[in-house]
């Protein structure tokens, strides 16, 4: 067969073309911007060009997989339309992918990313096996993509983006938040949450759901309100407009809850603890609990993702020594709370943060894990329009870092707009240790600024300067 790839330089896309190119199929594709992941697929011989050109598209295609976020005016996939030749969205593919498979997916707002490549990897340490489509580059595998042709398994990560989830029919299902994202698509938080409950109910009734705690409301059990004395209300401000924004789940389906951070659910963790920058935790799940369980150079917030892999991984037939050494040696998604270097003297994290939320929780992290270390922090702000709204809250964001380093705006699909540049979110930081500069003056600053932990945190085109900050402190180091 010949597919053809529309906007073959996505995330998910792209685990789509290389899983057709090694089951032997021809694949090529078109996207709009070279990046590191499409020289990586050109070098494993997937052809793609850059210009939108119709006249590039190979001829006697079988099929075109496009992705929604490839513009409807793009010359391409007008003259595609045209053409007769048969076109399906990339959700749509994967859907029918996944069918005859037990299908494991992951769906919420964050953390599907880590939750799925975490499943994917315990289970594929073990001779029960797992093909999986990964929203994310998974250290461990060095790729979004991993094929076992001899397991049933097949582990996914569900987007809602454009309601694409909808076109699964999991075995297993786990939903990690729902909260309002995507609005642009759904218009509003209830109608998101709509779609929520009917990719939930398309589990399958042989299977289970595995829910973050509060998400369900017929999980009604642990939302009575007869554990007076029970101080869990830290919590309570997820939930307080909760009530119009629960999941009605059919009673035939198996429902699980998890959590981090109260112990009403099925799967909590309890006694988190970092030692030198490695977490660990008690798992306890409906039979017993699981001593002592650890996460390397991992984050706070993966402690949940990883209560959430080891519920489904536990049902898949893992045992305790499995569950153990595969969460031990899990090495984390590239660019999610990515420990590039863990020495004693320098710790380097590369994380994608983009959004106050998210920088907030990134730092958070780093000063749980090192307390006392001088953090030097490196920000790329992410399109002049976020920026621009959100420009007091980066600041109040950054704030805990002990120096702060801010890049000019990654432009990404936007216009500049007058009078917004980094130097807006600079201005509201009170602190005297705050610099802005050009990314060719970055590694330098950072060597001379003697810090203890670095981090670099943007969605923009950080990543490239990633590998030589990296090289210089390793550099560095070994000079002291």
Request: hydrophobic content about 35%.
């Given at each position: 067969?010949?597919?053809?790839?529309?906007?073959?330089?996505?995330i998910?896309?792209?685990?789509?073309?290389?899983?057709?190119?090694?089951?032997?199929?021809?694949?090529?594709?078109?996207?709009?911007t070279?990046?590191?992941?499409?020289?990586?697929?050109?070098?494993?011989?997937?052809?793609?060009?850059?210009?939108?050109?119709?006249?590039?598209?190979?001829?006697?295609?079988?099929?075109?997989?496009?992705?929604?976020?490839?513009?409807?005016?793009?010359?391409?996939?007008?003259?595609?339309?045209?053409?007769?030749?048969?076109?399906?969205?990339?959700?749509?593919?994967?859907?029918?992918?996944?069918?005859?498979?037990?299908?494991?997916?992951?769906?919420?707002?964050?953390g599907?990313?880590?939750?799925?490549?975490?499943?994917?990897?315990?289970?594929?340490?073990?001779?029960?096996?797992?093909?999986?489509?990964?929203?994310?580059?998974?250290?461990?595998?060095?790729?979004?993509?991993?094929?076992?042709?001899?397991?049933?398994?097949?582990?996914?990560?569900?987007?809602?983006?454009?309601?694409?989830?909808?076109?699964?029919?999991?075995?297993?299902?786990?939903?990690?938040a729902?909260?309002?994202?995507?609005?642009?698509?759904?218009?509003?938080?209830?109608?998101?949450?709509?779609?929520?409950?009917?990719?939930?109910?398309?589990?399958?009734?042989?299977?289970?759901?595995?829910?973050?705690?509060?998400?369900?409301?017929?999980?009604?059990?642990?939302?009575?309100?007869?554990?007076?004395?029970?101080?869990?209300?830290?919590?309570?401000?997820?939930?307080?407009?909760?009530?119009?924004?629960?999941?009605?789940?059919?009673?035939?389906i198996?429902?699980?809850?998890?959590?981090?951070?109260?112990?009403?659910?099925?799967?909590?963790?309890?006694?988190?603890?970092?030692?030198?920058?490695?977490?660990?935790?008690?798992?306890?799940?409906?039979?017993?609990?699981?001593?002592?369980?650890?996460?390397?150079?991992?984050?706070?917030?993966?402690?949940?993702?990883?209560?959430?892999?080891?519920?489904?991984?536990?049902?898949?037939?893992?045992?305790?020594?499995?569950?153990?050494?595969?969460?031990?040696?899990?090495?984390?998604?590239?660019r999610?709370?990515?420990?590039?270097?863990?020495?004693?003297?320098?710790?380097y994290?590369?994380?994608?943060?983009?959004?106050?939320?998210?920088?907030?929780?990134?730092?958070?992290?780093?000063?749980?894990?090192?307390?006392?270390?001088?953090?030097?922090?490196?920000?790329?702000?992410?399109?002049?329009?976020?920026?621009?709204?959100?420009?007091?809250?980066?600041?109040?964001?950054?704030?805990?870092?002990?120096?702060?380093?801010?890049?000019?705006?990654?432009?990404?699909?936007?216009?500049?707009?007058?009078?917004?540049?980094?130097?807006?979110?600079?201005?509201?930081?009170?602190?005297?240790?705050?610099?802005?500069?050009?990314?060719?003056?970055v590694?330098?600053?950072v060597?001379?600024?003697?810090?203890?932990?670095?981090?670099?945190?943007?969605?923009?085109?950080?990543?490239?300067?990633?590998?030589?900050?990296?090289?210089?402190?390793?550099?560095n180091?070994?000079?002291?």
């Amino acid at each position: 067969m010949k597919y053809y790839f529309l906007g073959i330089g996505g995330i998910g896309m792209s685990a789509l073309a290389r899983f057709f190119k090694q089951s032997g199929h021809s694949v090529s594709g078109y996207d709009r911007t070279e990046s590191p992941l499409t020289q990586q697929l050109h070098a494993e011989g997937i052809d793609i060009h850059y210009d939108d050109n119709p006249e590039r598209i190979p001829d006697d295609i079988d099929l075109v997989i496009y992705t929604p976020a490839v513009p409807i005016e793009t010359l391409e996939f007008q003259h595609l339309l045209q053409s007769g030749i048969p076109m399906k969205k990339r959700s749509q593919v994967l859907g029918e992918l996944t069918r005859g498979k037990r299908c494991i997916a992951v769906a919420g707002s964050h953390g599907k990313t880590t939750t799925s490549a975490m499943i994917a990897y315990l289970l594929s340490k073990t001779d029960i096996g797992c093909s999986a489509f990964l929203g994310g580059i998974a250290k461990n595998f060095d790729s979004n993509l991993l094929v076992n042709n001899d397991s049933e398994y097949v582990v996914v990560e569900a987007d809602e983006y454009d309601r694409s989830f909808l076109q699964l029919h999991p075995y297993y299902s786990v939903i990690t938040a729902t909260d309002p994202d995507h609005l642009d698509i759904y218009g509003t938080h209830e109608k998101l949450i709509e779609a929520f409950e009917q990719y939930a109910n398309q589990t399958n009734s042989k299977g289970a759901i595995f829910l973050k705690e509060g998400l369900s409301a017929n999980h009604g059990h642990h939302h009575d309100d007869e554990h007076e004395g029970h101080e869990d209300h830290e919590n309570e401000h997820n939930h307080d407009e909760a009530h119009g924004h629960l999941l009605h789940i059919g009673e035939e389906i198996k429902q699980y809850s998890y959590s981090a951070r109260s112990i009403e659910p099925d799967y909590y963790a309890i006694n988190v603890r970092n030692y030198n920058g490695n977490i660990f935790f008690d798992l306890r799940t409906p039979e017993k609990v699981i001593y002592d369980l650890q996460l390397t150079a991992s984050c706070l917030y993966n402690v949940e993702n990883a209560v959430a892999a080891a519920a489904v991984a536990l049902h898949c037939g893992l045992d305790e020594y499995q569950l153990r050494y595969g969460l031990k040696t899990f090495a984390g998604i590239r660019r999610r709370f990515d420990v590039r270097i863990h020495e004693k003297e320098l710790v380097y994290i590369d994380d994608y943060a983009h959004h106050p939320k998210e920088i907030s929780a990134t730092i958070e992290s780093i000063k749980y894990l090192y307390p006392g270390k001088r953090v030097v922090g490196i920000f790329q702000p992410h399109l002049y329009t976020r920026t621009r709204d959100l420009a007091d809250q980066f600041a109040e964001a950054l704030q805990p870092l002990d120096e702060i380093i801010l890049m000019p705006i990654y432009p990404a699909r936007e216009r500049p707009i007058p009078g917004v540049a980094s130097g807006m979110i600079l201005r509201k930081i009170d602190s005297m240790n705050k610099y802005l500069c050009s990314r060719d003056q970055v590694a330098d600053l950072v060597i001379a600024l003697c810090p203890d932990v670095v981090v670099t945190m943007g969605a923009g085109d950080i990543d490239r300067l990633v590998p030589e900050l990296e090289a210089r402190l390793r550099e560095n180091l070994s000079d002291q």
